[in-house]
């Protein structure tokens, strides 16, 4: 089995490493990252300036692929020139800090990314520790330990050992959430409701100039019964089977009963 592993934390990211290693004994594992992190880059591909690609080792010596582009390019770049003669049987990215649950999903780098392996016919699996902001988890509980990647790395062995076996459909994708502390075992979801309201925090610089930080709140999830956000707030995996296709088919039937304008 070969595999594709990507991120949108960056090369450098201690979840690469984690799915690397935990990888490395199922597959013949290939990485290509972004060379910084990239995090909420959606799933934006560079089209105006050139993309470059060169070599470095993470701290195990394993020699790994770098670009400047975005998840989505590295995944390009990958599939249709690194990887070109032997093409990868799944891509995996992540592991990510941080969960992306529910409406995280349009913004997500490491699911976009995974999004990009399916587009190119390449079944994918976006893979995420749910961790809570270190700020959230510091205000009550005082200084943070790190990121703990190895529920979420033995998960990912698991998941390609069966992925190897139990092919996806073509153009789709898991997107996997793993609790921070020992999981109580796996669910499959539906992608849930997390909103993050208030979100936009105006300031004034030294200046007297106002400028804007997005992203502070702390999300809302609505945890409703068989959704990612319910799953990971009850200590399980989440494992969300996710389709390109974003058509809402219920109004479709609905317009289609009419009247609407034109048809
Ligand atoms: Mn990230």
Same mark, same amino acid.
């Given at each position: 089995m070969r595999i594709l592993i990507t991120n949108?934390?960056? /090369?450098?990211?201690d979840g690469l490493l984690a799915l690397k290693q935990a990888l490395d004994p199922v597959a013949d594992v290939t990485v290509v990252a972004p060379d910084r992190p990239r995090s909420a880059c959606g799933h934006s591909i560079t089209l105006h300036k050139p993309l470059r690609l060169y070599t470095t080792r993470l701290p195990d010596g394993a020699e790994v692929w770098v670009s400047n582009g975005t998840p989505s390019d590295c995944v390009t770049l990958a599939i249709l020139? /690194?990887?070109?003669a032997a093409p990868p049987d799944l891509v995996v990215s992540g592991i990510n800090h941080g969960p992306n649950l529910g409406w995280d999903l349009t913004y997500s780098g490491t699911v976009s990314a995974a999004m990009e392996g399916a587009i190119l016919g390449v079944p994918a699996v976006a893979l995420s520790v749910a961790w809570r902001f270190r700020r959230m988890v510091e205000e009550e509980e005082g200084p943070a330990p790190p990121i703990d990647f190895s529920h979420a790395a033995a998960y990912a062995a698991e998941l390609a050992r069966y992925l190897d076996a139990h092919r996806l459909p073509d153009h789709t994708l898991l997107n996997v959430n793993v609790p921070?502390?020992?999981?109580?075992g796996a669910r499959i979801t539906r992608q849930g409701i997390r909103r993050y309201p208030g979100k936009l925090e105006k300031r004034t610089d030294p200046m007297g100039r106002v400028y804007y930080w997005l992203g502070g709140d702390d999300p809302v999830d609505?945890?409703?019964?068989?959704t990612d956000v319910q799953a990971i707030a009850e200590q399980y995996i989440s494992v969300t089977p996710v389709q390109l296709d974003l058509t809402d088919r219920a109004l479709i039937q609905q317009f289609l009963e009419g009247p609407f304008p034109g048809v």
């Open positions: 949108d934390d960056g /090369v450098h990211a020139d /690194v990887m070109k921070h502390l020992q999981p109580k609505v945890c409703e019964e068989g």
